[in-house]
């Protein structure tokens, strides 16, 4: 059995991105002593070393990831890190959930392949039945909360970030049947983030 791990970050009042569903307008107010920590950074890309694949939902979402480390791989001022998350991004297994995307689309990603809508809880149970390391959602949300819906997610990471939304889009689209136990956190104070583990069992 393969476990299913899903890693978001979330703004102190529990929010996703914003209404225009960008997340630029929360970091108005980062706090000046956190800038430059790279501790969400640094964490999202150890458990992506951990992972056999990775899970991403949404073609606008899919390609824009695409685009975004393509140009990190050759920006000589992007940090050490996330070039090392964009090596991992292109080397590791990436199954995308999406309606619209197409085989053409994807032909310039390497490890890609696509599951429609309607096969995804499917796919993800027949993948997690399967021998291998563990399968990532990296944000995300409208996936791993139907996921989580369907009792195929086995953790969820939380990073809280030092900021408050005011609005914008909630976390969680609705109350899913599940209990969570604490498995561990993690205080970062270079970023001033906060990590929460829990295991998602069901009721």
């Known amino acids: 059995m393969r476990t299913l791990t899903v890693c978001n970050f979330t703004t102190v009042d529990g929010r996703y991105e914003d209404d225009d569903h960008d997340i ?6 980062w706090h000046p002593d956190h800038r430059g920590g790279d501790t969400f950074d640094r964490y999202t890309t150890a458990l992506l070393r951990e992972s056999g694949t990775l899970l991403l939902a949404g073609r606008r979402s899919f390609l824009g990831n695409a685009r975004y480390w393509a140009g990190v791989r050759g920006d000589p001022d992007a940090t050490d890190i996330r070039r090392e998350f964009a090596r991992l991004f292109f080397d590791v297994e990436k199954v995308v959930v999406s309606d ?25 149970a027949r993948m997690k039945a399967a021998e291998g390391r563990g399968i990532l959602v990296l944000l ?64």
């Open 100 to 124: 619209t995307l197409e085989p053409d689309d994807v032909a310039d990603v390497p490890n890609t392949r696509i599951v429609r809508i309607a096969d995804s809880r499917d796919e993800v």
């Open 140 to 203: 995300g949300r409208v996936l791993w909360n139907d996921l989580m819906h369907a009792g195929l997610v086995d953790e969820l990471h939380l990073v809280t970030f030092p900021l408050i939304a005011g609005g914008g889009v909630p976390l969680f689209d609705s109350r899913p049947s599940v209990a969570l136990k604490l498995l561990g956190t993690q205080v970062w104070p270079e970023s001033g983030n906060v990590l929460m583990r829990w295991r998602v069992d069901p009721v």
């Open 24 to 29: 630029a307008s929360f970091f108005e107010h």
